[in-house]
């Protein structure tokens, strides 16, 4: 297992997770009661950039995959964008400014994500068989449904963003002949995604200090596009209790919500925040060091002093000990 593991991706088999559990990853009082296989609660995993949420994600994957639950998606561990999001005309930037639109968008997609994901359910082809019929006249929607490639929740957004005007607000404006489908569905699922920042991040790269109109549009998309996948969770957990769904998003994509979702409090209840202090980074630094191959380290023997703070220690057998402290050269 290799330490200081900047992006949780590289991690895709359960024994990498597991060795990466043991070793890496601080189980603090939040991690542990997220990871808690009796926890199977829809939520939404809400941690700054950098805190881990993938590996946790993937870890609960793992954790609670059993006979009781069907997992999707199928062939990975979590959900995540495979294509980079299209170039939006101006009239759907500003629709998806709004998360409500984003709401529908998400409960579609995650409804069509479990349809697709039980095909080989009788249940699950006769509701796809209603859906079909009802978007005869929607060719994106008849593409979604037939194409064996277009399966994941990401693979479902990427698709409806990607559609033409008149098919992106039929779409929209039939949503509810999915979730309707989608709530008569009965098989027990577990539905992980992750990253919907990064497919996001796409349109507000170049623009985070630009002052126009048009990239403060963008921002708030990148905000509400996460906001929207945190009510979609919620409004399908309300409509169907069998599916549950478990994802991430930015800490400041709910500190948005915070400001701006009228629904705020009742969005708190599927949401579960990573924490970490001074000392659990510190203790996340050791860990790290301690996973390293002594051979790697400059100075071993300073893990076998006595009565020395195992983070003091563990940092110069890393570093050694004359490179514990470093002068500023210019102030001293």
Request: hydrophobic residues 45%; glycine residues 4%; proline residues 4%.
């Amino acid at each position: 297992m290799a330490a200081w593991i900047e992006d949780a991706q590289i991690l895709a088999a359960q024994k990498e997770l597991a060795s990466a559990k043991d070793s890496i990853l601080l189980i603090t009082r939040d991690v542990e009661a997220y990871l808690d296989p009796a926890n199977t609660h829809s939520s939404a995993l809400v941690a700054p950039k950098g805190f881990g949420k993938t590996l946790i994600l993937k870890l609960k994957r793992v954790l609670i995959q059993n006979d009781n639950f069907r997992t999707l998606p199928k062939g990975v561990i979590v959900d995540r964008p495979k294509d980079r999001p299209p170039i939006l005309s101006k009239d759907i930037i500003a629709v998806l400014e709004d998360s409500g639109a984003w709401e529908t968008i998400w409960q579609i997609s995650m409804a069509l994500a479990v349809l697709k994901g039980y095909r080989d359910d009788q249940e699950a082809r006769d509701h796809l068989s209603v859906i079909a019929e009802h978007f005869t006249d929607v060719p994106v929607v008849n593409n979604i449904l037939k194409n064996p490639y277009i399966e994941s929740p990401f693979e479902i957004v990427h698709s409806i963003i990607s559609a033409s005007r008149s098919s992106f607000f039929s779409i929209l404006n039939s949503a509810s002949i999915v979730t309707a489908a989608f709530a008569r569905f009965t098989r027990p699922t577990a539905l992980f995604i992750d990253n919907i920042d990064e497919y996001l991040e796409h349109y507000i790269s170049n623009r985070m200090y630009e002052r126009s109109v048009f990239s403060r549009q963008y921002i708030e998309l990148w905000h509400n596009g996460q906001v929207g996948a945190l009510l979609a969770l919620r409004r399908l957990n309300g409509i169907n209790p069998h599916v549950k769904v478990f994802l991430s998003i930015r800490k400041e994509a709910f500190q948005y919500a915070a400001k701006n979702e009228v629904s705020f409090a009742n969005l708190r209840a599927f949401t579960h925040e990573l924490r970490y202090n001074r000392d659990d980074i510190r203790n996340i630094i050791k860990n790290n060091i301690l996973a390293e191959p002594k051979s790697n380290l400059c100075d071993p023997r300073q893990l076998e002093r006595r009565n020395v703070d195992p983070v003091t220690a563990a940092v110069e057998a890393f570093l050694g000990q004359g490179a514990f402290y470093v002068s500023n050269v210019g102030t001293g």
